[in-house]
C-alpha cells in the first residue's frame, strides 16, 4: 500500500457486545462505512477471559457477515488491569532505536508480571521536569490474552494487524473528535458491563490510566436481587426500563444503589490521581460505554464527582451518510466509542 491508507475494521469484544466500525479516510476527513454492534450472551467473556471461544467466534462471524464487512484487516483490543500494564516512567535520555533496543531491561522494574510473559511497547512522549530525562509511555500487555484475543479474531476468518488497548483507543476517538484544551485534565471513562476503562488526559496527553473490573453487570445482578428474577430477565428489565407487576420506585433505587458502588470505583480512581499528582483537578469526564445509557447514571456520576460529566460523540468529526439510521446511532454512540477509536488505527501504526 502506497499510501498507508488501507482500512481497517475496529473490533471491540466485550463481555455483553461485540462491536465493528469500518471508516473511509479521504482528504476531507473520516466517512462511516459499516457499523455493527452484536449482543452476546452472558458467561461467554467473564473477567476479561474467553471462556467459550466457539461461540464468541460464531458471534464475530456473524455480526462481520450482518455488517456486509468485506475487508479483513481489523484492530482488536484487550484490556484488564490482571493482563495490561500502563506505565508512564522518567528514562535517562535516549534515542526511540536506543529505547527499543533496551525497553525489556528498562521496563523490567515497573511491570509486576514476569517480563518474558509480555509484550511490551513504548512511547517516548519527551523531556521531563528533570535534566537529562524523558517521559516514556511503557505498555506491558500479556502475551497469553494477547493470544487468547487473536486466536478467537482469526477463528472468525479475520487478520489481525494491530492489537491496541481500550485506554488508548478511547483517546484516539477523543482526539479526532475534541478539542485538547491545554490547561484542562479530561477524564475519558468508559463503562461496559464487567469493566471501567479509565484514561485521564492533561492537555490531550494520558496521564494516568486504569482498569477496574465493575460495570453494569452490578446494575443487572441488583435487579435480580431485588426481584428474584433470572439474569436474562433482570437484563431484560434494565434495557426496557420497566415492565408489569415491577415497581419503578423499587427498580430505581436498586439502579442508583449499583450505580452508587460503580461510581465508588470512580472516585477511588479520581482520588489516586489527585493523590498522585499534586491535587490536579479534573475539569470534565467523558463517558462512554453501555452504562452511559443507563437511566440515571450520567447526572448521579456528575453530581457525586462535582464535575461536569459528557456523554461521547464518537461521530462528532466523522460523515455519517444518510444510508445510515441517525437516530439508532445516536442511541448507540456511547457503546461504540471504544471500537470508532480503533478503526482509527492505520495499517504499519505500531
Ligand atoms: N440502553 C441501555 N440501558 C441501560 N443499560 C444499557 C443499555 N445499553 C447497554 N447497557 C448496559 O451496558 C453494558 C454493555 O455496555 P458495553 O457494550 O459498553 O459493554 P462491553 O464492552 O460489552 O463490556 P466490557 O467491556 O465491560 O466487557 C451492559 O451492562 C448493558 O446492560
Ligand atoms: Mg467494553
Redesign the pocket.
Known amino acids: 500500500m502506497i499510501f498507508g491508507k488501507k482500512n481497517i475494521v475496529g473490533l471491540?469484544?466485550?463481555?455483553?457486545?461485540?462491536?465493528a466500525v469500518q471508516l473511509k479516510e479521504s482528504k476531507t476527513g473520516y466517512q462511516l462505512e459499516r457499523l455493527g454492534?452484536a449482543p452476546?450472551e452472558p458467561e461467554l467473556?467473564v473477567d476479561?477471559s474467553v471462556l467459550d471461544s466457539s461461540r464468541v467466534v460464531g458471534a464475530i462471524k456473524g455480526l462481520i457477515s450482518s455488517t456486509d464487512i468485506k475487508t479483513k484487516d481489523v484492530t482488536l483490543s484487550v484490556?484488564g488491569h490482571s493482563s495490561v500494564i500502563i506505565k508512564r516512567v522518567s528514562l535517562t535520555q535516549m534515542s526511540e532505536d536506543e529505547l527499543g533496543e533496551s525497553i525489556k531491561f528498562e521496563a523490567e522494574q515497573y511491570i509486576p508480571f514476569d517480563i518474558e510473559d509480555v509484550n511490551l511497547d513504548f512511547q517516548i512522549l519527551g523531556p521531563s521536569g528533570k535534566e537529562n530525562m524523558m517521559d516514556v509511555l511503557i505498555v506491558a500487555v500479556k502475551k497469553e490474552k494477547i493470544n487468547e484475543y487473536v486466536t478467537v479474531v482469526k477463528d472468525a476468518g479475520l487478520n489481525p494487524v494491530i492489537v491496541d488497548v481500550?485506554a488508548f483507543a478511547l483517546e484516539n476517538m477523543y482526539e479526532l473528535n475534541y478539542e485538547t484544551k491545554e490547561d484542562e485534565n479530561v477524564a475519558l471513562v468508559?463503562?461496559?458491563?464487567?469493566?471501567?476503562?479509565m484514561n485521564i488526559l492533561k492537555g490531550g496527553s494520558s496521564v494516568f490510566t486504569r482498569d477496574s473490573a465493575v460495570?453494569?453487570?452490578l446494575?443487572?445482578e441488583a435487579l435480580q436481587k431485588e426481584f428474584t428474577i433470572s439474569y436474562a430477565n433482570a437484563?431484560k428489565l434494565?434495557?426496557e426500563?420497566s415492565k408489569e407487576g415491577i415497581s419503578p420506585e423499587d427498580m430505581a433505587a436498586a439502579i442508583t444503589s449499583a450505580s452508587e458502588d460503580i461510581i465508588s470505583e470512580i472516585s477511588r480512581s479520581f482520588d489516586y490521581f489527585r493523590d498522585t499528582t499534586n491535587y490536579e483537578n479534573i475539569n470534565e469526564i467523558i463517558i462512554?460505554?453501555?452504562?452511559?445509557?443507563?437511566?440515571g447514571?450520567v447526572s448521579l456520576l456528575s453530581e457525586r464527582a462535582g464535575i461536569n460529566v459528557r456523554v461521547a460523540e464518537p461521530f462528532k468529526s466523522i460523515r455519517v451518510p444518510d444510508t445510515f439510521d441517525k437516530e439508532y446511532l445516536k442511541?448507540?454512540e456511547?457503546?461504540i466509542?471504544?471500537a470508532v477509536g480503533l478503526a482509527l488505527r492505520r495499517v504499519g501504526d505500531r
Not at 12 to 19: A, E, P, V
Not at 190 to 197: F, L, Q
Not at 288 to 295: D, E, N, P
Open positions: 471491540d469484544i466485550g463481555s455483553k457486545n461485540i462491536k454492534i452476546l467473556i476479561g484490556s481500550d468508559n463503562i461496559g458491563a464487567g469493566m471501567i476503562n460495570g453494569g453487570n446494575h443487572t437484563e434494565k434495557l426500563g462512554s460505554g453501555g452504562v452511559a445509557l443507563t437511566a447514571f442511541k448507540v456511547p457503546i466509542a471504544v
